[in-house]
């Protein structure tokens, strides 16, 4: 189709709404729905199950902020896994590290993967990259079956319906802390405080029952719902809050910069209440 | 009217839209379409020509962030003038602040005030506090009527169309400037990085050159463009991100802290480059 407004409902009551020029591809894959469209604001985007997952216009918020973070947390982030990000925009950030050896995306939707690199192509523009490798596959298990492998962990996965609904969950986080190494860390996508205060509570106090240190970031993504987006992050040992200087270096980014890393940190009072901080 | 979705375009091609259960009020005023209406995920809202000032659920970070910013950095803000901000928020965060002495607050429309006081009582509850000398007026003239005589101005505007287009100019910073006291500092609210980028650097273009200490802070407000808003700080002494810790006290805040204060002018690096930092 062409030429018309297409509405998410972020809530029961409210949502976001665009022009579409036109729609690129629809498929049901064996998981979701998935959907690309050309809009007049936020170019080229992908939805799955009729919920936005990335624009061309304000990709690179979510895509830096959930690789950054963690990856100048960790010393020597060596070894990295990705969960879900099958738009291949996490790995394209991450591939600003030249410490990493090696990226390991896994994403249980192939079709994702494959409509990203035609629609969105300089979103997926490193998941060719010889440091990356790229399996179609159930995160969930593949965290199950590792074992003080990865340095650092991320959860580039949608909301907690339909397949992802496994990685919301403490035994999910218990996984993910064996698959790290002795002292690494993860980050999870974890939805925004105004519309999902319930959930936010829940992982972090999940999190925190396994991870020593635990804390949650926010960054402004307009095409989500309330246009804030929390973190959560668990570490071993290394404290995002305390990341020597000179472990810093100059990378190409439009909304990540090292003293963001900090303040991004700094939580509006309803959501440190909600973190329980 | 009642029982039906109401869209805001925040842009010509894209907006939120908000379920509504019924209209309260609706009128052509000499200045503008004010519209009161009851939704079901914000509670009553307050809508000028169609666009979205404020709403029960979210109201709180816009007003606190307007007054707690200035009024922190200022080590003695006895007299205060809010020009705009007809719905009382601002004057309610302000009457928070014992050192106020007088706040002054001149509205355009006295029909805000008024159907604020009816609609959305908790915002408007401090209008009639002794402090708070209530004006109905143009702030434009009585900006320039003033000279050495407020500590702090928040300019609670509408965007730039209709009757607060005098508010984003060179002149009205210039008269600012001169209504204010040697020591004194202003606020001002400066929409959002993702739409109006051009207004952004134009504002901090132009209080640059009136003011010695100018500075740009995020708030993230949900219902209004992007979910992420601007505001534009222009002082004459005071560096609000030089807050001697003995000036801050214990207030009463959903959204700002002090740890906050600092954090909210870290600026992401696109709204950075915009604001010429």
Redesign the interface.
């Known amino acids: 189709m062409a030429g018309f407004w297409f509405?998410e409902k972020q809530?029961?009551?409210?949502?976001?709404?665009?022009?579409v020029n036109r729609t690129l591809h629809t498929e049901q894959t064996d998981f979701q729905l998935l959907e690309m469209a050309e809009?007049?604001?936020?170019g080229n985007m992908l939805f799955l199950d009729g919920m936005v997952m990335t624009s061309q216009k304000?990709e690179f918020?979510y895509h830096e902020m959930v690789a950054h973070v963690p990856l100048f947390t960790h010393p020597n982030p060596e070894n990295v896994l990705v969960v879900g990000g099958g738009d291949g925009g996490v790995i394209r950030e991450i591939m600003k590290h030249p410490k990493v050896k090696k990226a390991t995306l896994v994403d249980i939707d192939g079709k994702v993967i494959e409509y990203s690199k035609i629609y969105l192509p300089e979103i997926a523009c490193e998941l060719e990259n010889p440091r990356v490798d790229v399996q179609v596959g159930d995160g969930f298990m593949h965290i199950a079956e590792s074992e003080n492998e990865y340095d650092v962990i991320m959860v580039d996965s949608t909301e907690p319906v339909g397949p992802a609904v496994n990685l919301f969950t403490k035994g999910f986080y218990a996984g993910i802390s064996r698959a790290l190494k002795e002292d690494g860390l993860f980050v999870a996508q974890s939805d925004n405080p105004?519309f999902k205060a319930d959930l936010i509570r829940q992982v972090q106090k999940d999190v925190k029952e396994i991870f020593p240190i635990t804390n949650m970031y926010?960054?402004?993504?307009?095409t989500y719902p309330?246009?804030?987006w929390c973190f959560t992050i668990g570490s071993k040992k290394y404290d995002p809050l305390q990341v020597p200087d000179e472990q810093y270096f100059d990378i190409e980014?439009?909304?990540?910069?090292k003293?963001?890393h900090?303040?991004a940190f700094?939580?509006?009072?309803?959501v440190?209440d909600l973190a329980g901080e």
């Open positions: 509405t809530t029961e009551n409210f949502g976001i709404t665009m022009k809009t007049e604001e936020w304000d918020v105004w926010l960054a402004n993504i307009p309330s246009g804030l980014t439009k909304y990540y910069t003293e963001l900090k303040a700094v939580l509006p009072k309803f440190k």
